[in-house]
């Protein structure tokens, strides 16, 4: 009989025989690095441009690759983050889920200057309005007015961003553009994003410096053109404007992708809650509602539902433990204001693993939130396929190519 | 700052490396397994190294070890092993030559792989790479006891690998346990 000690001993002494060999091999090390910051790169840049481009909030997909073996057999239905770990919302029938929807979206094109008002229901485009001459499409931001046919765009033509309102008349098949009388941004400035108050009175704008990571929030009223802005020292760009309680506060993301901001858990990133009655300019004078980083969990983008009381987050899995075919590891999901905790999750996205020769892995990616509408019940996103959610109940919709960034707001 | 970073990162690398795979070809006991391993789980701590530089030999095996047991469960349900073919083709009593020794190693290591991953991680960082049970602990982000009675088990279940008649391990025992 092997005592323990026999057996530690014989172990070693196995263990060594096989491994002390290889262990004194060198590991190339060259390359490793720069691969894995192309990659978070790639994911700092699609989230750039996602948000450049969307209105309320859009966030990239992002993309991360798990090698392995092959894929499990069957589906994990626990997911393996914090913030995913809230239940996958039951979708209501769809004659409910849809009570209440806006009649129409608009999407700014970002090839064509021209922006499209379509219908709600079926996606089909009933009208398409050319927008000034001279103007860069991918730049163009649009944000509704809530009432369903009021819609604000910021569309920049070198050096300037200008605002335009655009009205739709009854039934959808037409829309009239004008010259919003307020002023235009800095030059060099571009419009991150737009959101107007519930009330329609005032514009808030997340301001892009030019040059990159410097921004700010300005809110303009659009009765008088009077601007207000807030700002700061710290590097890093607001975006995915959101009004909440009564048009007192405003929630931006706060997005620092510099390459001083260390850990996502050590910079400011994430949502951000602006008293805009509080006097000062400070843009940071608020607080933080989420990290942009929470246990595995990446908060890509969210916003503040009109009653503050909840937020709606795109999140994407990016930890190390189990994934395996099914595995919920991105989607959008609605958290509480107030503690944080995941409520439920709007919208899964599950884990798919590719077999393509070079390039097999599991393929981790979140939803995109393009706009939420006055309510904050119904929601346009953007994933492996456009479409709506209504109360977490998702249709597609057409003329939108899957993980696209796009300008839409309704 | 990125250059600092990659400098340290490959500095660490390029000392760690070599140990890293003899760690991973313990664990998945293939060779070709433990270079993707390794290249993995040096991809991603590069990947978060912002967190990982503060103790990255743990965190590297710590990446490396959760690798090691996703596949484990995928292979898992793929080939249902036993032990009783292999056993009966290295069983010690035939071997009565100079050979045996390392017969009996092989078997061990044999036996060492339809461990669970998590066992088996214990056995290779206390007895390959020579750390505390404390600092096993640490690496593997449990508590002193939970190495305690993993090493136990492990060591109970290879004593009972080596004796005359080869057991079967039974589908329960096949259970990842929680560390």
């Known amino acids: ?410 | 700052m990125v250059g600092a970073d990659e400098a340290e990162f490959e500095a660490y690398a390029a000392r760690d490396g070599g140990r890293l795979l003899g760690f991973a070809l313990l664990l998945a006991g293939d060779w070709q397994d433990a270079e993707d391993l390794v290249q993995v789980a040096l991809l991603r701590s590069a990947g978060r190294w912002s967190v990982a530089r503060q103790h990255p030999e743990g965190y590297t095996r710590t990446v490396l070890v959760n690798l090691a047991r996703d596949r484990w469960r995928v292979r898992r349900r793929r080939h249902p092993e036993t032990l009783a073919g292999d056993l009966t083709q290295l069983s010690p009593a035939a071997a009565g030559d100079a050979a045996a020794a390392v017969l009996d190693r092989q078997l061990l290591l044999r036996a060492c792989r339809l461990l669970p991953v998590q066992q088996r991680a214990v056995l290779v960082l206390r007895f390959w790479e020579d750390r505390s049970v404390h600092e096993t602990a640490a690496v593997l982000g449990c508590t002193d006891g939970t190495v305690k009675s993993q090493t136990h088990r492990a060591l109970a279940r290879l004593r009972a690998a080596l004796q005359d008649a080869p057991p079967v391990v039974a589908d329960a025992d096949l259970k990842e346990a929680p560390c």
Not at chain 1, 106 to 133: I, N
Not at chain 1, 292 to 315: K, M, R, W
């Open chain 1, 1 to 410: 009989m092997l005592t323990d000690h026999d057996l530690q001993t014989e172990l070693a002494a196995a263990f060594r025989e096989q491994a002390d060999p290889v262990s004194e091999a060198a590991v190339d090390p060259a390359g490793i690095f720069r691969r894995a910051m192309r990659r978070r790169r790639r994911r700092r840049v699609a989230v750039r441009a996602v948000s450049v481009l969307a209105v309320i909030a859009v966030a990239a997909g992002a993309f991360v690759v798990i090698r392995a073996g092959r894929p499990a057999l069957g589906p994990a239905d626990q997911p393996p983050g914090l913030l995913l770990d809230a239940a996958v919302a039951a979708a209501p029938p769809a004659r409910a889920a849809v009570s209440g929807m806006p009649r129409y979206y608009v999407t700014a094109d970002h090839v064509r200057p021209v922006a499209e008002v379509h219908d709600s229901a079926t996606g089909k485009t009933l009208c398409v309005v050319r927008l000034p001459g001279g103007i860069d499409p991918k730049m163009s931001q649009v944000a509704a007015a809530g009432n369903d046919h009021t819609f604000v765009l910021a569309l920049f033509s070198f050096p300037r961003t200008r605002f335009y309102l655009m009205r739709v008349a009854a039934g959808g098949c037409s829309a009239r553009l004008a010259s919003l009388p307020i002023p235009s941004l800095p030059a060099g400035a571009v419009a991150d994003a737009l959101a107007v108050s519930a009330d329609g009175s005032r514009l808030a704008v997340s301001v892009q410096f030019s040059g990159g990571q410097r921004g700010a929030v300005e809110v303009v009223s659009l009765a008088t053109g009077a601007v207000r802005m807030w700002t700061t020292g710290r590097p890093g760009v607001p975006g995915d404007l959101s009004w909440a309680d009564s048009g007192r506060g405003l929630g931006f993301f706060w997005r620092d992708d510099s390459p001083g901001s260390g850990s996502p858990r050590r910079s400011r990133s994430g949502l951000w809650l602006l008293n805009t009655t509080a006097p000062g300019s400070d843009l940071m004078s608020g607080r933080r509602i989420l990290p942009a980083l929470v246990g595995g969990d990446d908060v890509q983008s969210a916003v503040l539902t009109p009653d503050g009381s909840t937020v709606i987050a795109s999140v994407t899995y990016d930890g190390v433990y189990r994934v395996s075919r099914g595995t919920v590891v991105g989607g959008l999901v609605e958290l509480s204001a107030r503690t944080g905790r995941p409520l439920r999750t709007l919208l899964a996205q599950r884990a798919a693993y590719s077999a393509d020769p070079g390039d097999t892995g599991w393929y981790i990616t979140s939803p995109s939130l393009v706009a939420a509408d006055a309510t904050g019940n119904h929601l346009l996103v953007s994933g492996d396929r456009f479409g709506r959610l209504d109360h977490g109940r998702f249709t597609a919709l057409p003329g939108v190519a899957p993980q696209s960034a796009i300008a839409a707001a309704w």
